[in-house]
């Protein structure tokens, strides 16, 4: 049992904090990799929970590992978010109080999967070009990724 289903065994939906964590990856021509998630089919970068035992890195390239089967390289922290914006209901009741630690990463080894049972497909696109349908939790990380704000972002 994974330690999100052991503490919601526990509190049920009751609000937790949890902490998120991926990575905005960038190829050879200064695209970004994103996947479209097969939970609801909008597309988003690659990230997910952190399990117990990991650190916000480990658990970035865990997750990109597992939704694209790219190895990361090199790690730049880019934003922290919290706070009362990023709490909410997920579809199942869950409540969540989520802290959000997006890294960048301009290298990577392994092919590129473009589907598997957390992804529908997975490509690079230019920041100017993106697909429609984005993750609306994650359009914050586009605009702050588009802007020139200095960074590390944490708010």
């Known amino acids: 049992m994974d330690y999100i289903s052991y503490v919601r065994n526990m509190v049920g939906h009751n609000p937790l904090i949890m902490v998120v964590c991926g990575a905005i990856v960038f190829d050879t021509y200064d695209r970004?990799?994103?996947?479209l998630r097969s939970d609801n089919q909008?597309?988003?970068f690659p990230g997910g929970y952190m399990e117990l035992g990991?650190?916000?890195e480990d658990t970035a390239r865990r997750e990109v590992f597992e939704e694209?089967?790219?190895q990361l390289g090199e790690l730049t922290l880019f934003s922290i978010y919290s706070g009362e914006n990023n709490q909410k209901t997920?579809?199942?009741g869950d409540q969540v109080a989520l802290v959000q630690h997006w890294f960048t990463c301009h290298t990577f080894t392994g092919d590129l999967i473009k589907e598997n049972e957390e992804?529908?497909?997975?490509?690079f696109f230019s920041i100017d070009n993106l697909p429609e349908n984005l993750f609306p939790s994650q359009l914050k990380v586009i605009e702050d990724l588009k802007s020139n704000k200095k960074r590390p972002i944490i708010r």
Do not use: F, K, P
């Open 32 to 35: 970004i990799l994103l996947h």
């Open 42 to 44: 909008t597309w988003g």
């Open 54 to 56: 990991e650190s916000v």
């Open 68 to 70: 694209t089967g790219l």
């Open 90 to 92: 997920l579809v199942n």
């Open 119 to 123: 992804s529908l497909d997975a490509a």
